[in-house]
């Protein structure tokens, strides 16, 4: 415990300790004696001074230095997320070390109800062999803190989905500006802006900064949060329930996030986006059945997909301007 370190030793181990104690009168042979000591020699007078008994003084440097430890480890980046295998409802154990970077896509396949949610559901509670797929999630090749899994500021996840309403009375801006503005960064209205273009090159049709959030479309709304997790959120990881029917380009909305360095699993029955991971867990029976990487005639499947992929959305947009389709552009 650091109270029994010398003061030369604490400040070698803690050096943010050094700005507490400059706001207090100097000890004599303060780098020889104890934590404790040290507080032990500090004189009423001295206390007087400070507004604070000796009590009440060594509890505000046990909090104090708690709180630094807290913060410092926040600043620690997740690299990765590592699941260790559980079993599937059937009891057959899934055989998986499964370790994901940050930047890295990993896809989740599967039939309805074949389980994928649930693999969502225990990387999002950091599952410690307590859920009912007995699956193990570690932070960084470690067992996360528990803050990471009870405590909502310290959440690691950020979830999105084909269900997302607004029911704040604000406007697009304000919002994204709350948001920035709580955490505290440079040049709110700068990145607000960037915030809200970038949603709209994301989203089919565009809205305006001054437009309420409660009125935007499903698919506006989850552009809008896409591009606030990517430029805004602390949470690393993002997980993605099936957008592939969000009215965005799903596609743009990936590499964003990619590009942010975080780690993204999706969920998805949309082959382009399968395709698009760096890897794919396919899940059977409630566990995860195989993990596939991408092979040199799947990438080339995925171009020509992404060319199909786009000439529909020509032939969609034509439509909805009101144009008459009299032959398809592929044929």
Known sequence: MYWDMTMEQLLANYPHTADFFAALPPVRDAAA???????????????QDQGVSRQQLQ????????????????????????????????????NIRLTICAGEIVTIVGATGSGKSRLLADIEWMAQQDTPTGRQILINGRIPDTKYRFSPEHKLVAQLSQNMNFVVDLSVREFIGMHAESRMVENVSALTGDIIARANQLAGESFAPDDPVTALSGGQSRALMIADTAYLSSSPIVLIDEIE?????????????????????????????????????????????????????????????????????????????????????WL
Do not use: W
């Open 33 to 47: 004696c104890s934590v404790q000591r040290y507080f032990d020699n500090l004189s009423e007078e001295q206390l």
């Open 245 to 329: 029917n969000a009215g965005i380009d799903r596609q743009a909305a990936l590499r964003l996030l990619v590009n942010k360095q975080k780690i993204v699993l999706m969920a998805t029955h949309d082959p382009i986006l399968a395709l698009m991971g760096d890897k794919r867990l396919v899940i059977k029976n409630g566990g995860i059945e195989q993990v596939l990487e991408p092979s040199p005639a799947e990438r080339n499947c995925l171009r020509q997909l992404v060319d199909m992929d786009e000439k529909m959305s020509a032939l969609r947009n034509s439509l909805r301007d009101g144009e008459r389709i009299e032959a398809l552009p």
């Open 59 to 94: 509890e505000r440097f046990g909090f104090f230095l708690e709180l630094m430890e807290q913060l410092q480890a926040e600043k620690e980046p997740v690299e990765s997320i590592t699941i260790l295998g559980g079993h599937n409802k059937r009891g057959r154990i899934e």
